[in-house]
């Protein structure tokens, strides 16, 4: 009778914990969100989403230009060039999650912005976005964020 107990405990100590340990995974606080060292995740399937990102970071591309669209591999580790670097750094900035993706395939949209600026965006093949710049034609080695205050 003594065992048949102890093994009633011991179910119901590993019930217990099994529901406790669930719930702490569904009921995720909701600080969680706004944690600032968390990636960003932007999905954008189609134009009309990237017009509407761009739109929202105070961004409008000429609409006469026609959209840039390029492949792109992101390189399998990370570069020690520091052209890549300093754009690894300013996907990280904008808390884009970049180096998540190293070997990833992707496409590049790069849209025409006013006085001879640009803007490309890197989508992974679902949608999601992993890098964003800004840049002048005349100095297209100097980045500059797309997503401000995140």
């Known amino acids: 009778m003594r065992k048949m107990q102890i093994r009633f405990l011991i ?5 217990l914990g099994s529901g406790f340990l669930l719930r702490q995974c569904l009921h995720r606080p909701n600080s969680i969100s706004s944690n600032p ?3 960003a995740f932007y999905k954008m399937p189609d134009d009309k989403a990237r017009l509407q990102f761009l739109t929202e970071h105070n961004l409008t591309p000429e609409a006469s230009a026609p959209v840039r669209t390029c492949p792109v591999t992101i ?9 890549y670097q300093m754009y690894s750094t300013l996907q990280t900035e ?8 190293c070997g990833c395939k992707g496409m590049e949209y790069t849209y025409t ?3 001879h600026a640009y803007v490309s965006l890197l989508l992974a093949e679902d949608g999601l976005l992993l890098a964003a710049v800004r840049y002048d034609a005349a100095k297209p080695q100097t980045l500059f964020p797309v997503i401000e205050s995140v």
Not at 75 to 83: F, G, I
Not at 94 to 99: A, E, G, I, M
């Open 113 to 115: 912005l006013p006085e």
């Open 37 to 39: 060292t968390l990636p």
């Open 75 to 83: 390189p399998a580790k990370e570069k020690d060039s520091s052209v």
């Open 94 to 101: 904008q808390q884009l999650p970049l180096t998540y993706f």
């Open 11 to 15: 179910a119901a100590v590993i019930l």
